[in-house]
């Protein structure tokens, strides 16, 4: 609902990243000074036109750290060089002038690298350090000091505020016709769509527009509250009816009277609980628990969910006449990746929404920034991205998002990131390696259904991951 | 399968204990979900648990129970043998390891009891200083159970002895404790004076750590009574002595650098404090790490982000606390975190905030940890609820508060407690003449 797309525009000059005279500020941290392992890089430093000073240990490179900006960390790690390199991350949030992180370990392994790197740090180097991998580290983060401002598109007007929907890619568009063809009725609706593409958003407005407008809308969060709670949450309860019931509670249903109730993530209920619901809907009246009397409501359900139901539904996990009773009117809402320059339209959107909270006029953002947040994969949508422009605007202090800006974690594909081999192609074991990380972190470290994933069997999972290091 | 639903399956028994605690320390927050809608909303009880990766676990566990068993039963053994050999100062020592090894592993009632029986044999003793010893480790413990006044006694007791045996450390060591109890309890004129004479004893041995200890103390004094400016001078002074020590004192020196980022934080410098607290969490960091310091001064840089509405930043902060709460098993910790973020959210007016501190009261009941902290909660989640809607549950959670901290003797809470309790009435009850 915003006019089209207009891509960015290129408006030099690029702002410079470094020192003016054109040196890198590096804090080495750790290891000895002048000796030991990073012997040499005193030496190193005139000729590679690095500004280097030298912390003993983390206190002392914390209050260096927060004196001044810095470009870039070399961090010596230790024996317990995970722990460690998360300290790391974790410290250099949010510190001034954005470094970048270099570790540095005696046998760094490749389960090692990997973590690094899926933390976004810019390298990480075996000791002691050789010159040409520092050569190449330090012109990745010079690298940085040519990017150039694009402005945002216009804001469109309309859409203000924290619930607006932004977007006109083709996807969108079919989204839009859906809802305007459902608000003016009293169909329940059911969302479906992946975690952060906005489907709150989506319900807010079918309420806005519909006949239950002036009513209430009420959201409910199923997946957030305590199972042994979500009964009484929805449909209320009467004083003593359980341990913690310190007095009588008025439902959802009931506070949602004449106007909306929204189910979100519906599927993480039990299925006692979806026939209660199920009663519900086709009853239009509810009982508190611990109450006998029962009592009529009238709202509008929508519900939403990011699972597939279907699944569910074979898998006996949901009941199929509750879909259907849910599903009146579906509406399928595209992940962030599939809505093309919608990306430009709510980073803009974002950015004027946080701008506007921290106090900052931000008119653009780098062409690095730009094709960055474009290769990323945004598993969490427009949630994700929402969260990524905040923390960017906290962290900008002029008027343009830059790299630098931007997370870790999408800093790690930044271009001209090393490669493992010398033909640039990662070796067999390197990509077995990188595909086990990734299936772990798909299944939260989990290995039996890591395992399960890859076809191999749980010992030969746990000999791999021993293998590698992860 | 969820954490809270693997919860429902174990009883709450003493000996499962280890397992709960393994439970809560194995659960792994579902990637998938963390995007969702329910993600900010996530707690330990919204984890995941794998019943393989539990049962691979729980070799390593019941080997550490075993052991911690066997020290246990090994020094009730050499107090038995001390004993036979009439070496009664060498059993106490042996039953005070008990209890040290009891409080290193957050067994708190355990180790309190280990004393009691400690101090029983101390008392029969000519020799003074085991009972001495003992008493300060009985008020040590009854100070972090919350029962403040019983840890008064103790101290108290153990500094008359300390003084007619001229034991001097035994002396500051008493008054600091007899200063901290008061602290606890808001007696902030009692607190001074026994800071003060622990102050001046420790200046006469010119001990570099209590000195530093006692400074930091008198620090976080002035700064709860609003002298800003001296409290400021007492850091400064406690930092310098740890400064001597080496960095011998590393934990040390983070407590302070954490009460200095709280005094930045109340000067209004949010730059000063953000930079204490991160070199805080370095000092912890340095040699010994220790989590549940970590997530304390996590805690407070969370507060100050939120205080200076970088809400993004305070949750991540946040977060992050959690995840070492959990993973190093600082169930208490994990009951503050959760505390906190149904405080902030109950700020941001987001009624589903809620379900923190019903998971904070979940935890309490789970672990029956000391009863202030469910207090503390309780008194949270009233004033949440005046915020959030709901004046019944308010007024009953804030009478719950009340209840627990009168047991305690803890009157400063009782009375804030009572105000929120009073301010609710005021809310619920028509005005006078009103209609």
Not at chain 1, 24 to 33: D, H, I, K, T
Not at chain 1, 208 to 237: D, K, M, R, W, Y
Not at chain 1, 411 to 420: D, F, I, K, L, S
């Amino acid at each position: 609902m915003t006019r089209p797309t207009q891509q960015p525009t290129t408006s030099p000059p690029p702002r410079p990243r470094s020192a003016p005279s054109g040196g890198l500020r590096v804090l080495a941290v750790g290891g000895e000074s002048g000796a030991g392992p990073l012997q040499g890089l005193r030496q190193w430093a005139a000729d590679l036109a690095v500004e280097l000073e030298w912390a003993a240990d983390l206190p002392r490179a914390t209050r260096l750290l927060a004196g001044g900006q810095w470009d870039l960390v070399l961090a010596v790690l230790g024996d317990r060089s995970d722990e460690e390199l998360a300290w790391w991350v974790d410290a250099l949030r949010g510190a001034a002038g954005a470094p970048r992180l270099i570790a540095l370990a005696d046998r760094p392994s490749m389960g090692m690298a990997l973590r690094a790197e899926k933390l976004g740090v810019l390298d990480v180097l075996a000791l002691p350090l050789k010159r040409e991998a520092l050569t190449s580290a330090l012109a990745r983060v010079r690298s940085a000091a040519t990017e150039v401002a694009l402005p945002f598109p216009p804001g469109d007007t309309e859409v203000q505020g924290h619930y607006a929907l932004v977007g006109q890619s083709p996807a969108m568009l079919e989204v839009y016709k859906l809802m305007a063809r459902v608000a003016h009725s009293t169909a329940t609706v059911l969302i479906l769509g992946e975690s952060g593409t906005g489907k709150e958003v989506v319900a807010r407005t079918i309420h806005q527009h519909g006949p239950a407008s002036t009513g209430p809308f009420v959201a409910v969060n199923c997946a957030a509250i305590p199972e042994n709670l979500l009964e009484s949450e929805l449909f209320g309860h009467e004083k003593g009816a359980f341990t913690g019931a310190v007095a009588r509670k008025i439902g959802r249903f009931e506070q949602a009277g004449g106007g909306t109730l929204f189910l979100d993530e519906i599927a993480d209920m039990s299925l006692s609980l979806q026939a209660k619901i199920l009663r519900a809907v086709q009853e239009r009246e509810i009982e508190r628990v611990g109450g006998g009397e029962s009592i009529p409501v009238s709202v509008r359900l929508i519900a939403a969910t990011n699972r597939n139901l279907q699944d569910a539904i074979a898998q006996g996990r949901f009941r199929e006449d509750l879909y259907y009773r849910l599903a009146v009117v579906t509406i399928q809402l595209p992940r962030l990746v599939d809505r093309g320059d919608d990306l430009v339209l709510l980073i803009g959107y974002f950015a004027r929404q946080f701008g506007e909270r921290y106090a900052k006029r931000i008119d653009g953002l780098s062409d690095r920034a730009l094709e960055l947040l474009r290769k990323h994969q945004w598993v969490g949508n427009v949630r994700e991205l929402r969260n990524v422009i905040e923390r960017a605007t906290i962290v900008v202090s002029d008027g343009t998002l830059r790299s630098e800006h931007l997370p870790d974690e999408l800093r790690a594909h930044e271009p001209g990131a090393p490669e493992r081999s010398t033909s640039g192609l990662p070796t067999l074991a390197e990509a077995e390696a990188r595909h086990i990380a990734r299936v772990l972190s798909h299944t939260g470290g989990q290995i039996g259904a890591a395992a399960d994933i890859l076809g191999i069997h749980r010992n030969t999972l746990t000999r791999k991951m021993k293998e590698y290091g992860l | 399968m969820r954490v809270e639903q693997a919860l429902r399956l174990l009883p709450n028994l003493e000996a499962l204990t280890p397992l709960r605690g393994l439970l809560l320390s194995s659960a792994r927050p579902d990637e998938r979900v963390q995007w969702g809608s329910g993600g900010p909303y996530l707690t330990v009880g919204k984890r995941d648990v794998e019943p393989g990766e539990l049962a691979r676990s729980m070799g390593a566990v019941l080997t550490f129970v075993a052991e911690h068993i066997a020290a246990l039963y090994g020094a009730y053994v050499e107090a038995l043998e001390r004993q036979e050999r009439n070496d009664a100062p060498g059993a106490v020592a042996a039953l005070l390891g008990a209890g040290r090894l009891e409080e290193k592993v957050g067994r708190l009632s355990q180790a309190h009891a280990w004393y009691e029986v400690a101090l029983a044999l101390a008392e029969t003793l000519q020799d003074r200083r085991p009972e001495v010893e003992t008493l300060l480790a009985l008020g040590h413990v009854c100070l972090a159970l919350g029962q403040y006044a019983e840890g008064a006694r103790h101290y108290q007791r153990g500094l008359v002895l300390s003084e007619a045996e001229f034991n001097q450390s035994g002396a500051v060591d008493a008054s600091v404790g007899l200063g901290n109890a008061a602290f606890e309890r808001a007696e902030w004129p009692g607190a001074r004076a026994w800071y003060s004479r622990a102050l001046r004893l420790a200046e006469s041995g010119n001990d570099r750590l209590r000195l530093g200890l006692i400074e930091h103390r008198v620090g976080v004094l002035d700064r709860r009574q609003g002298d800003l400016a001296a409290a400021g001078e007492h850091l400064r002074r406690a930092r310098e002595c740890f400064e001597t020590l080496n960095g011998e004192a590393a934990l040390e020196m983070a407590r302070v650098l954490d009460a200095q980022g709280e005094l930045d934080g109340a000067l209004g410098r949010p730059g000063p404090a953000a930079g204490a607290f991160r070199e805080a969490l370095a000092w912890v960091r340095r040699d010994q790490h220790d989590p549940g310091l970590d997530v304390a001064i996590r805690l407070h840089l969370a507060e100050l982000l939120f205080d200076t509405g970088r809400w993004l930043e305070a949750e991540e902060e946040m977060r992050r606390a959690e995840q070492l709460a959990i993973t190093s098993n600082q169930m208490r910790g994990l009951v503050r975190i959760y505390t906190l973020l149904g405080t902030l959210r109950g700020r941001q007016g987001d009624e589903t905030g809620f379900v923190f501190f019903e998971q904070a009261i979940a935890l309490c009941r789970a672990l029956e940890g000391p009863p202030i902290d469910e207090a503390r909660v309780y008194h949270a989640y009233g004033l949440f609820r005046q915020v959030c809607g709901g004046p019944d549950e308010a007024r009953a959670y804030l009478e719950r508060a009340a209840e627990i901290l009168r047991t305690l003797g803890v009157d400063e809470e009782v009375e804030r407690v009572t105000a929120a309790l009073r301010n609710s009435h005021d809310v619920n009850t028509p005005a006078a003449g009103a209609g």
